[in-house]
């Protein structure tokens, strides 16, 4: 089923946001719809949005790939993204991540056997005031949670589990 | 201090529409649409020197009159993609006093003649993207937005638009691409977007904190805006402390208040009462200011000082370096900030990038010779000047400056 069919309100209501000159404006909203029902951007869904906003589907895979948030493969459920840029690094955060990591055992990179987190690296996310800090990217949200350890982690990574029960 | 930006630590749910207004919040906007001319607003905003907070300092007033009057429609923009390494400014704005910063956006709007303002949001502030669609809402049932405000012929929209994870996109030419639904890559200058911005049309776009600031300016008047900060730069600045400090965060001061008082007065001095070894004044792209001179702390912040020193204020993003910090650990960080985040358009910036990164990880991990930091400064140096936007040019800032400033670390680093 394509995008406009699923969620026709929601569909129309992002294109409503643009002129008709300008519904390409349309593509980025429409990818984040596609990514939190699969957890990434699958083939289908590039080819239903091009056909959607008469684009190539070459134009499409173009956008997917440059920006970070939007993932061609499905890894973990959530992902756990640290802030390992400078004024982090500066208050701990790459200590931060290798513990976390160890505890998880896993790499940087690398997704939970029952795969339910991946942990990344990431470029500054605005919070240097509050490091060792991560985004918490799910289905369909992302959160921020700040002046984190890693006991703090591993109760949120369980509070996960649970709801996945 | 009472603050003007940051009015939410005076005043705690400022972010509630009521307790927005009770204070005096839309009023501004109310005058402007009911008894000015846009010309008049944009005459204030000119006379009060407010200059863009997002990094180049551009006289805000000045920039709203280049809107092409030839050309219609034209559009505003709010640039709320913060990705500046050290800068989390915007963010506290925006979770905490939005309705100032939306009456700016709207005022900015009547006076540019623009009925469609999007503001563009980096992908990670998903949860204030949701937050500002409904203060927007409130704002259309209040009848603040929508066609025929206050019984006048004028009609204004907001929309929030998402990136999805770019540094790019806060060039404003990349931000349009992107809003375009394009890969953030800057355009070619000429056409600037005040004559052809996005969809063609002439645009306007300012920093978040930018908007901020003019509400009160319009209320107050623009002699009130000028008896704060310095002849160079009048108002207040919000400054984003990070580093080796003991109470990092967001400081609202006048402009002109010494790197000593924000650090020490404000800041809580260094982390373990180390000194500071060097300032990057505006983030991740700063060249560094080397402190081997207590006094320079006593320099004041504002564009000009600050250019005396030969750093940038820039967005005033403010990261303290103390002396425990190797620079060439340091400037590996920051290369492989630019590296991951050049859009890959300019080749200089897209292989200079990559080359200097590798070479800067040989460094810091003490595979290097000598030879090799020649390299680097020369590599970087052959950047500098052959890019269309600033990234390019940002990336060699920290790498050029330590390289001169702080040799000494590179020396000890490589092999002899």
């Known amino acids: 089923m394509s995008l406009a069919e699923k969620y026709p309100q929601e569909v129309q209501q992002i294109l409503s946001k ?29 080819q239903d949005i091009a056909a959607l906003l008469d684009i190539t589907e070459t134009e499409v895979a173009g956008v997917v790939g440059f920006y970070t948030l939007y993932h061609e493969e499905k890894e973990g459920k959530y992902r756990i993204q640290v ?12 200590g931060f991540m290798g513990d976390l990591c160890d505890h998880l055992k896993i790499k940087a990179g690398e997704t939970t056997e029952d795969g339910l987190v991946t942990v990344e690296a990431v470029m500054c996310l605005a919070a240097c005031d509050r490091a060792p800090m991560f985004q918490l990217q799910g289905p369909d949200a992302i959160e921020y949670h700040e002046h984190m350890t890693v006991e703090k982690t591993m109760e949120l990574i369980g509070e996960l589990k649970q709801s996945e029960e | 201090m009472t603050h003007v930006l940051l009015r939410h630590r005076e005043i705690p749910d400022i972010g509630k529409l009521s307790v927005y207004q009770n204070n005096g919040g839309l009023a501004a906007f109310k005058n402007a649409v009911t008894k000015m001319k846009p010309g008049e607003v944009i005459d204030v905003v000119k006379n009060s020197g407010l200059r863009g907070r997002g990094g180049a300092g551009f006289p805000t007033g000045m920039k709203w ?25 915007d963010r506290e704005v925006m979770e905490n006093n939005p309705f100032q910063f939306l009456e700016g956006v709207m005022i900015g709007s009547y006076a540019v003649g623009a009925n469609i303002a999007y503001i563009y949001l980096r992908g990670e502030f998903w949860q204030i993207a949701e937050s500002l669609d409904r203060k927007i809402s ?65 645009t306007i776009i300012n920093n978040v904190e930018t908007f901020t600031n003019v509400p009160m300016i319009m209320a107050n008047g623009a002699e009130w805006y ?40 404000y800041g809580g001095g260094v982390q373990d009462s180390r000194s500071v070894r060097a300032i990057m004044p505006a983030g991740a792209s700063s060249s560094l200011i080397l402190v081997d001179d207590d006094s320079i702390l006593d320099t004041p912040m504002d564009y000009l ?102 040799r000494e670390d590179f020396d000890k680093a490589v092999q002899a």
Not at chain 2, 73 to 84: F, R
Not at chain 2, 239 to 263: A, C, H, M, Q, W
């Open chain 2, 305 to 406: 000082e600050v250019r005396k020193l030969k750093s940038e204020l820039g967005s005033a993003s403010v990261i303290i370096v103390d002396d425990t910090v190797s620079m060439d650990w340091l400037i590996n960080k920051t290369v492989h900030f630019f590296r991951h985040e050049s859009c890959g358009k300019c080749t200089p910036c897209r292989e200079g990038t990559f080359w200097m990164s590798h070479l800067t990880e040989r460094i810091h991990t003490g595979q290097a010779v000598r030879a090799d930091v020649d390299l680097l400064l020369n590599v970087a140096k052959q950047m500098q000047g052959k890019c269309l936007c600033a990234l390019g040019e940002f990336s060699t800032m920290a790498v050029v400056s330590s390289l001169e400033r702080f």
């Open chain 2, 138 to 202: 409130e704002l259309e049932a209040e009848g603040y937005l929508g066609d025929k405000i206050f019984g006048t012929d004028y009609s204004l929209r907001i929309y929030t638009h998402l990136g999805a994870g770019a540094y790019i996109c806060g060039e404003e030419t990349a931000l349009l691409e992107s809003l375009e639904g394009r890969r953030g890559q800057p355009r070619v200058r000429p056409p600037f977007p005040p004559s052809e911005g996005l969809y063609g049309k002439p």
């Open chain 2, 65 to 89: 009159s280049f809107a092409d009057a030839k050309s219609w429609p034209h559009y505003m923009v709010a640039n709320a993609d913060e990705s500046e390494p050290g800068t989390f400014k």
């Open chain 1, 18 to 46: 643009y002129p008709p000159h300008g519904k390409r404006s349309a593509l980025m909203p429409l990818l984040f719809i596609a990514q939190r029902d699969e957890g990434y951007i699958s083939k289908a869904a590039m």
């Open chain 1, 83 to 94: 802030c390992t840029d400078l004024p982090c690094a500066l208050r701990g955060a790459e």
């Open chain 2, 226 to 265: 000028k008896s704060m900060g310095t002849a160079d730069a009048p108002g207040v600045k919000i400054f984003s402390l990070s580093g080796r400090v003991r109470k990092p965060g967001n400081y609202e001061l006048p402009f002109g208040t010494t790197f000593r008082d924000l650090i020490y007065k």
